[in-house]
């Protein structure tokens, strides 16, 4: 048996798998709480010994591989010039590279939002702004404002070209640890963002991990360990391209509704399919992600109750016999109590019907939408974003998914809506069910057996 030892270290639980690479086989599969606090190996070890009690023997794994989102994983803020342009492409540079967005600000920073990122206390802050030969004024202010920061974060620089060695010398002067990236918009509307992605994944694994004492685990495995999001989205990414010897799925987005977050990943053109229609606004990445901190089923549930509207939850994702006061108490029970699980009909009823609105109101935010535009010539029609109506696959993932009674009606609200054909949902794909936690496996394992990681997923990714 040639076995591989998958380590997936969550915020909130650890899963370790193991996986019978010879025959492509799920040999077993554990978890234990993430000991974050004391040493995540504690969480570990206990999860090892529960596939020890199944049959499974780790030591005798041929390779050993982990992601980590622990400590609430990788945490950046991103820092641009234009809303729309370069600090959304500052944005999908954190986000392409695993990791969660605190805050996104633009133009020039001011002392109000330099106090917000003291709060938050990133990891890493992506500081960016203007194209290249454009704009050089904001992201210079914005340098001297964060030089002044109390904040031990390492500063990625990939703003205008021609502004990097002034900014970079600000924040060196003021002992800030500065990396230079290639900028992530040197034109308008032209991303550029995977040498920012490859410092960000470089400064994760050389500092962060060491910085959240994972320092262990890193000796223990044989490859760097990544950020779980990073292990999802190369998940995606072998699912609809393939392997060199097994063909993909074709476009697929991955649904994972968790306690705090609803993270949307992609992989897709998203290119017009219908006739007519004009690709505007920022270029789409192949492999795209959001991630939605107002939407989780406990962390932010007041926030997605306020988000969505009692009123809209009550009439659009719940049963009749659920009453506002039902939900309001509830929501408010969950929020304090994180780890809680409904205990009878009606709060699973009420725990589905958040987890409808998280999925709609987050596949929204995903796709792309269509806008008519009027001029003397008439009518025309221009997209913004990703048209994914013609998607292969639909995949969900997270706990109220798997563990859930009905969860294909979950994931029917990330479908197209006719009432509002602006917005370019998914119209009818398959709809797969990560039943066994694999997906971060799958990611993981596709660095190095490709294949077999492909093969796995489509042995263990259940049509619903």
Not at 58 to 84: F, Q
Not at 108 to 136: F, H, M, R, W
Not at 383 to 393: A, I, M, V
Not at 410 to 427: C, F, N, R, V
């Given at each position: 048996?040639?076995?591989?030892?998958l380590?997936?270290?969550?915020?909130?639980?650890?899963?370790?798998?193991?996986?019978?690479l010879?025959?492509?086989e799920?040999?077993?599969?554990?978890?234990a709480?993430?000991?974050v606090?004391?040493?995540?190996?504690?969480?570990i070890?206990?999860a090892?010994e529960?596939l020890?009690?199944?049959?499974v023997?780790?030591?005798?794994?041929?390779?050993?591989?982990?992601?980590?989102s622990?400590a609430?994983?990788l945490?950046?803020i991103?820092v641009?010039?234009?809303?729309?342009?370069t600090s959304?492409?500052?944005?999908?540079a954190?986000?392409?590279?695993?990791?969660?967005?605190g805050?996104?600000?633009?133009?020039?920073?001011?002392d109000?939002?330099?106090?917000q990122?003291?709060?938050?206390?990133?990891?890493?802050?992506?500081?960016?702004?203007?194209?290249d030969?454009?704009?050089?004024?904001?992201?210079?202010?914005n340098a001297?404002?964060?030089?002044e920061?109390?904040?031990?974060?390492?500063i990625?620089v990939?703003g205008?070209?021609?502004?990097?060695?002034?900014?970079?010398k600000v924040?060196?002067?003021?002992?800030k640890?500065?990396y230079?990236?290639e900028?992530?918009?040197?034109?308008l509307?032209c991303?550029?963002i995977e040498p920012a992605k490859?410092?960000?994944?470089?400064?994760f694994?050389n500092?962060?991990?060491y910085?959240?004492?994972?320092a262990?685990v890193?000796?223990?495995?044989?490859?760097?360990?990544i950020p779980?999001?990073s292990?999802?989205?190369?998940a995606?990414?072998l699912?609809?391209?393939?392997?060199?010897n097994e063909?993909?799925l074709?476009?697929?987005?991955?649904?994972d509704?968790?306690?705090?977050?609803t993270?949307?990943?992609?992989a897709?053109?998203?290119?017009?399919?219908?006739q007519?229609v004009?690709?505007r606004g920022?270029?789409?990445?192949?492999i795209?992600?959001t991630?939605e901190g107002?939407?989780g089923m406990?962390?932010?549930a007041?926030?997605?109750?306020?988000?969505v509207?009692?009123?809209?939850?009550l009439?659009?994702?719940?049963?009749?016999?659920?009453?506002?006061?039902?939900l309001?108490?509830?929501?408010?029970?969950?929020?304090?109590?994180?780890?809680?699980?409904?205990c009878?009909d009606i709060?699973?009823e009420?725990?589905?019907?958040?987890?409808?609105?998280?999925?709609d109101?987050a596949?929204?935010?995903?796709?792309?939408?269509?806008e008519?535009v009027?001029?003397?010539?008439g009518?025309?029609?221009?997209?913004?974003?990703?048209?994914?109506?013609?998607?292969n696959?639909l995949i969900?993932t997270?706990?109220?998914?798997i563990?859930?009674?009905?969860?294909?009606?979950?994931?029917k609200?990330?479908?197209?809506?006719?009432?509002?054909?602006?917005i370019l949902a998914?119209?009818?794909?398959?709809?797969?069910?990560?039943?066994?936690y694999l997906?971060s496996?799958?990611?993981?394992?596709?660095?190095?057996?490709?294949?077999?990681?492909?093969?796995?997923a489509k042995?263990?990714?259940?049509e619903i």
């Amino acid at each position: 048996m040639e076995l591989a030892l998958l380590i997936d270290i969550g915020s909130t639980y650890t899963k370790v798998t193991a996986i019978d690479l010879e025959t492509v086989e799920l040999k077993g599969t554990a978890q234990a709480a993430t000991t974050v606090a004391e040493d995540v190996n504690i969480g570990i070890n206990k999860a090892i010994e529960e596939l020890r009690a199944m049959g499974v023997e780790p030591t005798e794994a041929k390779h050993k591989l982990a992601c980590s989102s622990a400590a609430g994983g990788l945490k950046m803020i991103a820092v641009g010039l234009v809303p729309e342009l370069t600090s959304e492409a500052a944005k999908r540079a954190a986000l392409g590279a695993g990791a969660k967005v605190g805050h996104v600000f633009c133009y020039e920073l001011t002392d109000d939002e330099l106090d917000q990122v003291t709060k938050y206390s990133p990891d890493i802050i992506l500081l960016a702004g203007g194209t290249d030969g454009g704009n050089k004024d904001v992201i210079i202010h914005n340098a001297k404002k964060l030089a002044e920061l109390k904040v031990d974060a390492p500063i990625i620089v990939a703003g205008n070209k021609t502004a990097a060695s002034a900014v970079e010398k600000v924040l060196r002067a003021a002992s800030k640890e500065v990396y230079v990236a290639e900028n992530v918009m040197p034109k308008l509307e032209c991303l550029n963002i995977e040498p920012a992605k490859k410092i960000i994944r470089e400064v994760f694994l050389n500092r962060i991990i060491y910085a959240k004492g994972l320092a262990k685990v890193s000796e223990y495995v044989d490859s760097p360990i990544i950020p779980t999001p990073s292990a999802v989205m190369k998940a995606a990414e072998l699912l609809a391209k393939g392997s060199n010897n097994e063909a993909g799925l074709g476009d697929v987005m991955v649904v994972d509704i968790g306690g705090a977050t609803t993270d949307v990943d992609s992989a897709a053109t998203g290119e017009p399919t219908k006739q007519g229609v004009t690709l505007r606004g920022l270029e789409e990445p192949f492999i795209k992600r959001t991630v939605e901190g107002d939407l989780g089923m406990r962390y932010s549930a007041l926030a997605l109750v306020e988000e969505v509207g009692i009123k809209n939850i009550l009439k659009n994702y719940l049963p009749p016999n659920i009453e506002e006061k039902m939900l309001v108490e509830y929501v408010e029970k969950i929020s304090k109590n994180t780890d809680y699980v409904p205990c009878d009909d009606i709060e699973k009823e009420i725990d589905a019907g958040i987890a409808k609105a998280a999925t709609d109101l987050a596949v929204k935010r995903h796709v792309g939408r269509i806008e008519t535009v009027y001029s003397p010539f008439g009518a025309a029609y221009v997209q913004h974003g990703k048209d994914l109506t013609q998607l292969n696959y639909l995949i969900g993932t997270g706990g109220i998914l798997i563990y859930g009674e009905n969860p294909k009606e979950i994931l029917k609200h990330g479908l197209y809506d006719s009432s509002q054909p602006d917005i370019l949902a998914p119209e009818n794909p398959k709809i797969l069910l990560d039943e066994k936690y694999l997906l971060s496996s799958i990611g993981l394992l596709s660095e190095i057996v490709p294949d077999k990681a492909l093969r796995l997923a489509k042995q263990y990714l259940k049509e619903i």
